[in-house]
């Protein structure tokens, strides 16, 4: 299939371009061009580039024209935060393209009720990302039912993780002390009893179900997919993983959530709260029966190979502690 990916340099595109090269497919990346691919692979040779920015092309009207001049037979798309966006890219795709693929986000749910979360639960998504990518996936899956309509697949990741950046820590924030305090021993505040959740997916695992729902078409059209680990953890549960890599006891001091933001940068404890506010634990029965989706990562595997590269690369301070990993 000749396959367009909206932001392909990406986290995920990093992955899934070696991925769909290596099936067979011809993939045509487009980006800004300001950015390397996250990863290096000798698959890149084969990738059509095309520059383009996407939100002076939604701005001016000319993005979604562009797209579908490209003549694919699958779009997926990285890259949309807006209702409008999406409008835009579904006229200008509908009877010239056979799948939409989007990346939407857990963060569509808000906060849990019962968990974990499948796909049908009610949504109350408590902040402006999360409301966008819900309209989003209303207005496509809605599109994909309609006769004549551009036939759609919305992928909601968790908290994507893997080598070459940072990610969610066992505070629920990005900050690096913590990987720190737990490999040497130091004390780690976390709020309330440290039993609420975060939910990672390794970035080569969203890739896994991108190629799924492309390959498995008739399975995958108008419907939408968690795409997460196999199971969420607690935050105490992560810190007590983590400081074990290192061959100790994790160190924790367990504080209200006020104490514990008043003592950590505003930056980290608004990231805290985001993500424990809403203590996501997902599920992907849905994805695993329907698309065959089998996550190789678990949060934890996931986290340790991200933690090994940031060590390697200098983007964290371990303090020379030996890493034993997950
Ligand atoms: N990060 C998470 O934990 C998380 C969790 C759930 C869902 N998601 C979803 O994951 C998606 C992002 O995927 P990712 O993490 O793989 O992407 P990413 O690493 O943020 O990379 C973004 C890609 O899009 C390109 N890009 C950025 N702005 C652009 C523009 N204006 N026009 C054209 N291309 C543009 C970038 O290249 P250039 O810079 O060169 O343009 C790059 O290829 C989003 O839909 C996000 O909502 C992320």
Redesign the pocket.
């Known amino acids: 299939m000749r396959v367009v990916i909206?932001?392909?340099?990406?986290?995920?595109?990093?992955y899934l371009v070696p991925r769909l090269v290596g099936a067979g497919h011809e993939v045509v990346g487009?980006?800004?061009?300001?950015?390397d691919p996250?990863r290096a692979d000798a698959s890149w040779d084969h990738v059509e580039r095309i520059s383009?920015?996407?939100?002076?092309g939604d701005a001016d009207g000319t993005f979604a024209g562009r797209i579908a001049d490209l003549e694919a037979d699958v779009v997926i798309d990285?890259?949309?935060?807006t209702r409008d966006s999406a409008a835009q890219l579904v006229e200008a795709l509908r009877g010239r393209v056979d799948h939409l693929i989007s990346?939407?986000?857990?963060?569509t749910h808000g906060h849990a009720a019962e968990v974990p979360v499948g796909e049908g639960e009610a949504r109350q998504p408590t902040d402006t990302?999360g409301i966008g990518?819900l309209q989003i996936e209303d207005l496509l899956l809605a599109e994909s039912a309609r006769p004549g309509g551009l036939p759609s697949t919305v992928l909601?990741?968790?908290?994507?993780t893997g080598p070459g950046w940072h990610m969610i820590n066992p505070a629920g924030n990005l900050d690096p002390d913590v990987w720190h305090r737990l490999a040497v021993g130091e004390e780690l505040l976390l709020p309330n009893f440290g039993l609420e959740t975060v939910h990672h997916v390794h970035?080569d695992d969203?890739a896994q179900s991108f190629q799924l729902a492309l390959e498995n078409r008739a399975a995958a059209v108008g419907e939408g997919f968690h795409v997460v680990s196999e199971r969420a953890i607690t935050l105490r549960g992560f810190a007590e993983s983590v400081a074990g890599w290192f061959g100790r006891t994790a160190n924790i001091r367990f504080v209200p959530f006020e104490e514990f933001a008043s003592a950590t940068d505003p930056r980290h404890a608004a990231a805290t709260r985001e993500h424990i506010s809403r203590s996501p634990s997902m599920s992907i029965d849905k994805a695993r029966r329907s698309l065959g989706y089998t996550p190789s990562y678990t949060t934890l595997r996931a986290a340790a190979e991200a933690l090994r590269w940031l060590a390697e690369h200098g983007e964290v301070d371990l303090a020379g502690a030996e890493f034993h990993g997950a």
Do not use: N
């Not at 990346?103 to 963060?107: F, N, S, Y």
């Open positions: 909206i932001g392909a340099t990406g986290h995920v595109g990093g487009v980006s800004r061009g300001i950015s996250y383009l920015d996407r939100e002076q990285m890259v949309c935060f990346c939407g986000t857990i963060w990302y990518k909601h990741p968790g908290h994507i970035a969203v």
